[in-house]
T-cell receptor, first 110, second 117 residues
Framework: QQPVQSPQAVILREGEDAVINCSSS?????VHWYRQKHGEAPVFLMI?????EQKGHEKISASFNEKKQQSSLYLTASQLSYSGTYFC???????????FGPGTRLSVLP | DAMVIQNPRYQVTQFGKPVTLSCSQT?????MYWYQQKSSQAPKLLFH???????NEADTPDNFQSRRPNTSFCFLDIRSPGLGDAAMYLC????????????????FGPGTRLTVL
């Protein structure tokens, strides 16, 4: 079952922060985050495993609340290069069945 | 550098004319995936291989077939492309979840954009 992402789209000015949420109605083992720029392939950002782990990648970090079956991606002091569509992908509690969310389109303006 | 390569990057075909897309990888990953992605949508999994074990998604049309002659190569055949098959086709690889224990990071190729006239 496809996870839900919110918001569907967000527009920021350079330097502003954003949060993208991903939630599932089913118990999850892990959440994967990818970014895709227009006309390019998705690029892996990070995996979060159940256990409430938080990860960071430069100014992009994420958290995973397994009790709520929810993950959030935090983009701090956004840069123009952050523009793209962010997809979460969820893996069920058995560690199988990867499904992409519908995506969140992020536009960072100068 | 280890990578996933797709050829061609752009493919134009005519309605009903068979087309084959190819994917190769130097990551030595056991699992290969084919996704279809239409504009402003998430990638949709068509099928995947655990080594040579073929796994078809339930809603993948019969018009789509796949071959994996060896670990490095995988092909997507569209037997009779329709206008609705115009999309970006993405190939991805990962380590075998049966060995890693869970679904692992997927590494994507650059994609092939298919146009159907």
């Amino acid at each position: 079952q496809q996870p839900v992402q919110s918001p569907q789209a967000v527009i920021l000015r350079e330097g502003e922060d954003a949060v993208i949420n991903c939630s599932s109605s089913k118990a999850l083992y892990s959440v994967h985050w990818y970014r895709q720029k227009h006309g390019e392939a998705p690029v892996f950002l990070m995996i979060l495993l159940k256990g409430g782990e938080q990860k960071g990648h430069e100014k992009i970090s994420a958290s995973f609340n397994e009790k709520k079956q929810q993950s959030s991606l935090y983009l701090t002091a956004s840069q123009l290069s952050y523009s793209g569509t962010y997809f979460c992908g969820t893996v069920d509690n058995y560690g199988q069945n990867f499904v992409f969310g519908p995506g969140t389109r992020l536009s960072v303006l100068p | 550098d280890a990578m996933v390569i797709q050829n061609p990057r752009y493919q134009v075909t005519q309605f009903g004319k068979p087309v084959t897309l190819s994917c190769s990888q130097t990551l030595n990953h056991n699992v290969m995936y084919w996704y279809q992605q239409k504009s402003s949508q998430a990638p949709k999994l068509l099928f995947h291989y655990y080594d040579k074990d073929f796994n078809n998604e339930a809603d993948t049309p019969d018009n789509f077939q796949s071959r994996r002659p060896n670990t490095s190569f995988c092909f997507l055949d569209i037997r009779s492309p329709g206008l609705g098959d115009a999309a970006m086709y993405l190939c991805a690889t990962s380590r075998d979840p049966r060995l890693a224990g869970v679904v692992d990071t997927q590494y994507f190729g650059p994609g092939t954009r298919l146009t159907v006239l």
